[in-house]
């Protein structure tokens, strides 16, 4: 996966979000609505039986509103990006490209939601009022520290996981590699000694996942802009920075450096030097994460250090740190357990799936993204690709289960086999083109004619048309090549009929 | 139209709400969202360039995000359907409905909001923190008094349009009617004795309509539960009342009743009884709106008052005052010129547009939904039918032009022509479907064999997927009669190649 081939030029980053509509985000029935029977079901009078249901039961708003699949993204705007406190519309191109990721990646249905306040305490009482109309909130773009007070408030008030992105999801995705850089390097994370430099939303997160994940206190140390964070310091300190004071002499990111096997940057291109590096342990774990710039190049490191693991947020260089990796199969795995909250096990086992993805040899979708050089767990593939089609049926049993375990999912998931298998299908982009021509048949019993029929695609397509009893599925093509194609995919040679057209065209060309 | 053939039981509408999937509404990106190349124009790096525009212009807003084609469907739940307050989040299944009703009659995006408080000062709050995330809000099944504060406060806050559809809606339908019953009985608005039964929300805002449309306020009597409300009168006011406390002498509806015009019920059934409608003056208007059981029987009436001219709120009378006549289009044409609000000349243009349409002759969808016995214009036909696909394009451009020309519009339209085009495009529904298959054949070029190829429908979707040049279009059908019903539905003969299959196969049944 490569960005290199051609850059995105401003003029066609606006084209892309006004033409041929603006923005990026539409709505759909999930129901029919062809009929004056159908809206009689979709409302009135039939709206009144769920209605009543849940007012009996709210647990019932589950099982008859779209709730459980339902995430919404919302910020007001005071960090955006890199780009700082711009306003909270002006984060909305962000926050429908958040909403539109869940859907690509999770088949999560997300809204965005846009808060015009930068006082946390407003922000608080406005999303706690209307948070519950959700299944889940991915908060994003906020800035610190009024991140962690807005977070944690929200958790306490309502019960649905309340998620900030900027904060868990780098420090999952980056914990996934730091796993498997331990991994490589026969290190124990117990005896990792870590330095983060960073001290905002994203890099205080990433040090209290790696301390849940056992990384020693005493091993850690939290720079930001004025050097260590120490025991006893008082300058420029909150209290989500002195809960991680260090027992330690060192007062600058270089002297803290000396002899670290691992270095985690959430701050600014340019903060480590060539001596820096020089002086970490053998081999060492440099995830240099600022955007666009990162903290010091993977080509400046490889020439001096050839024995480092290195990851950046960048998706030029081998091992991305992408959130898109994290916030979507965390939020389907909490959703699908109805979980009440997104905890540090769900986080670890979400980390610890990416990781032990990344070890798998990859799939032929993922070596096509690298333009065919399949790629190999190893120092330079330490975290899987984006475009790894087993995520979706991979990462969320994994939370899901750890939600389970850990006692905040109401709705236990019996058959995980099922489970999985149903998640693998989410993705399959035919299941919605297959509704779409019931919807445009208008009605069971028709026959759809699959031309290009020995193609993988088309049979897939074909398949699940007939098997969802939508009418009969014809595939056009040579019956020998169409069957081997059909074996090839999984389908049952004979559950098709196959026709080789002889199309008698009395006008063709 | 007939609901007559079988009830919606509860049994099959929490089916309905259920399976296969929860709830009815779902999410979609409207970009292409396959390639990292998508991904970099959707979110990082590419969102950043309209993050700017917005920041420096703010109503770009319109231009690179979904805001402009945004509703948000909001209520507290204080006034559920006819079932009362049962909370915020029992009123998710009617939000969601009246969210995929706005997009299933004007292609309108929407999603519901439900709100957590019975406080009416703390909905404001809320809503007006989060409101401009949207185009326009529509207001819902909000308790009266609270709803005329409500909707006055963030109308005052908020410079998107904010509609409380359960006062305006109803006003608009039933006003639309009122005028086409005028023009059947050859009477002058300006002389029409009005009384209106039920002083609640709808009730007010009815009144406050017809007045606005030049009803006197010396012609027209307010009644409640205790009477006419009348100048003087102080038991049970409250300021909305006693804005149209009459100058009378009567004190019951009875009384009022007596030589009237027209009523306008929107009270509780039996309220009104035969000796009333006898006392009513030549050719009644009866608008008895109370649901589900109207306040008295078509069939009572028509016993007594043949020269009656009677509507309902049901889907199995003459007549229905039926919201989805009124909010889909509004919001369609405020949305269209980005108004700031929705104003008295929008409401009014919207009924008179609506009453328009009623009297013209009806296509053949309508003679469809009425089982073949195509509607005239005349006592039995006064309000149109909710399956007119004439709506879309009718109505919208009437309360767009009422927005331009009250100066509450952003966008004035300068090709209306161009405008009405599109909006009948919009409810096409083999756009959608030709979009998906396009997906799924990735790419152009490919030829979809469209089976049934002749019936007007196919041969509409055959068509429209050559002309967007997505590939070759074959229709499978005899020559000769898919040719004619080409002609039928105005698609050239020759445009698309026509094939007698004669598929040979090797496995039918």
Known sequence: MSDRTSPVDDDEALAFHKEPTPGKLGMSATKPMATQRDLSLAYSPGVAAPVKAIAEDPEKVYDYTSKGNMVAVISNGTAILGLGDLGAMASKPVMEGKAVLFKRFADIDAVDIEVETSDPDEFVDCVARFGHTFGGINLEDIKGPDCFMIEQRLREKLDIPVFHDDQHGTAIISAAGIINACHLTGRDIADLKVVVNGAGAAGIAVLELLKAMGVSAKNAILCDSRGTIYQGREDGMNQWKAAHAAPTDARTLAEALDGADCFLGLSVAGAVDEAMVRSMAAEPIIFAMANPDPEIRPEAVRKIRRDAIMATGR????????????????????????????????????????????????????????????????????????????????????????????????????????????????????AALLQRIHGAVEGKGKRIVFAEGEEPSVIRAAYAFQSQDLGEAILVGREEQTKANMRLVGVPEDSIRIVNARLSSRNAH
């Not at 260089?317 to 979507?328: H, I, K, R, S, T």
């Open 315 to 430: 998706s030029d260089y081998p091992n991305q740190v992408n959130n898109v990796l994290g916030f979507p199969y965390i939020f389907r795995g909490a959703l699908d357990v109805r979980a009440r909250t997104i905890n540090e096990e769900m986080k670890i086992a979400a980390a610890n799936a990416l990781a032990e993805l990344a070890r798998q040899d990859v799939p032929d979708e993922v070596a096509a993204a690298y333009h065919g050089q399949r790629p190999f767990f190893g120092k330079d593939y330490i975290i899987p690709s984006p475009f790894d089609p087993r995520l979706i049926s991979f990462v969320p049993p994994r939370v899901a289960k750890a939600a389970v375990d850990s006692g905040v999912a109401r709705k236990p998931i019996s058959d995980m086999g099922g489970y999985k298998a149903g998640l693998a299908r989410r993705l399959d982009p035919t």
